[in-house]
């Protein structure tokens, strides 16, 4: 590991960063991302961090508390669009996919959890687990058909979106 003079290794920083900073910054000022998201910008995204991930590791500074920050704000972009790059390509690839809406007036995304409904899970969860993507089902069998909660309540419609989730093993 080279060691270098904290005023070299800011401007090389600097440097090294600018594009992926530009990037970032242009989508921030976007009202609504999901619209701009686009494979090749995502591409560039994943590449110019990865860069920099790889530069800030080099040097040691995931290591140094002054740089940790900026490392870890790196790395979240680079999981950002990876992930986001791949969910783009099974979008395309799979014409019956589509995201769950999951927030509603009682409830918050958790941004770490992609809910989402396939008719062909299986494939897709194959197809996950190549690249690398872990895949859950929470709940195998919906709670409202649960042996605990079995004629407590009424959901109909549960019960057709869960044939989607779930296996009926």
Same mark, same amino acid.
């Given at each position: 590991?080279?060691?270098?003079?904290?005023?070299?290794?800011?401007?090389?920083?600097? &440097? #090294?960063?600018?594009?992926?900073?530009?990037?970032?910054?242009?989508?921030?000022?976007?009202?609504?991302?999901?619209?701009?998201?686009?494979?090749?910008?995502?591409? &560039?995204?994943?590449?110019?961090?990865?860069?920099? &991930?790889?530069?800030?590791?080099?040097?040691?500074?995931?290591?140094?508390?002054?740089?940790? #920050?900026?490392?870890?704000?790196?790395?979240?972009?680079?999981?950002?669009?990876?992930?986001?790059?791949?969910?783009?390509?099974?979008?395309?690839?799979?014409?019956?996919?589509?995201?769950?809406?999951?927030?509603?007036?009682?409830?918050?995304?958790?941004?770490?959890?992609?809910?989402?409904?396939?008719?062909?899970?299986?494939?897709? &969860?194959?197809?996950?687990?190549?690249?690398?993507?872990?895949?859950?089902?929470?709940?195998?069998?919906?709670?409202?058909?649960?042996?605990?909660?079995?004629?407590?309540?009424?959901?109909?419609?549960?019960?057709?979106?869960?044939?989607?989730?779930?296996?009926?093993?």
């Amino acid at each position: 590991m080279e060691i270098v003079n904290e005023q070299d290794f800011i401007k090389l920083i600097s &440097e #090294r960063s600018e594009r992926l900073l530009s990037i970032v910054k242009s989508l921030s000022q976007y009202p609504s991302v999901k619209e701009n998201l686009t494979r090749p910008l995502l591409g &560039e995204l994943l590449s110019q961090s990865t860069q920099i &991930e790889e530069l800030l590791d080099g040097y040691g500074a995931g290591n140094n508390c002054k740089w940790c #920050r900026f490392r870890s704000v790196v790395a979240a972009i680079k999981a950002f669009s990876d992930i986001t790059y791949e969910l783009l390509h099974i979008l395309h690839a799979l014409p019956g996919y589509h995201l769950l809406p999951i927030e509603k007036d009682y409830a918050q995304h958790v941004y770490h959890l992609y809910i989402i409904r396939v008719k062909n899970r299986d494939f897709l &969860e194959k197809l996950l687990k190549k690249k690398g993507i872990q895949t859950l089902i929470y709940y195998p069998i919906p709670v409202h058909l649960q042996k605990v909660y079995l004629g407590s309540c009424d959901c109909l419609a549960g019960s057709a979106r869960g044939r989607d989730v779930y296996r009926e093993d």
